[in-house]
């Protein structure tokens, strides 16, 4: 079975990290983009941070430049989200997504994989 799956999230205090994973089984990401897209309640999902398939070329959301890094680490067949100086607006659900294809975006339909998300809580 192809799967993504997603872990790492929990309650965090604001100014704290987390680092969420988004492990596949089934396939391998070595030839695929990785996205990182959040939802909050009551809101739409969101991209947050992508990766293309070389790890070369990242991308992230202006909300969470400068505090959030995606790394890839293909032997380990996992992508990672370092997510620093939370603030409580981060609170969502995280869920990593793959395509194929060269381009790293946040269009979701063009993604073929997504795992079932994982929680994250910033709150004091």
């Known amino acids: 079975q192809l799967q993504l799956v997603e872990s790492g999230g929990g309650l965090v205090q604001p100014g704290g990290s987390l680092r969420l994973s988004c492990a596949a089984s089934?396939?391998?990401?070595?030839?695929?983009?990785i996205a990182w897209f959040r939802q909050a309640p009551g809101k739409e999902r969101e991209g947050v941070s992508c990766?293309?398939?070389?790890?070369?070329?990242?991308a992230y959301a202006h909300s969470v430049q400068g505090r959030f890094t995606i790394s890839r680490d293909n032997a380990k067949n996992t992508v990672y989200l370092q997510m620093n100086s939370l603030k409580p607006e981060d609170t969502a659900v995280y869920y990593c997504?793959?395509?194929?294809?060269?381009?790293?975006?946040?269009?979701?339909?063009?993604?073929?994989?997504w795992g079932q998300g994982t929680q994250v809580t910033v709150s004091s």
């Open positions: 990766i293309t398939s070389s790890g070369r070329r990242t």
């Open positions: 089934g396939f391998t990401l070595d030839y695929y983009n």
């Open positions: 997504a793959a395509r194929e294809g060269i381009l790293c975006d946040y269009v979701e339909v063009r993604y073929d994989y």
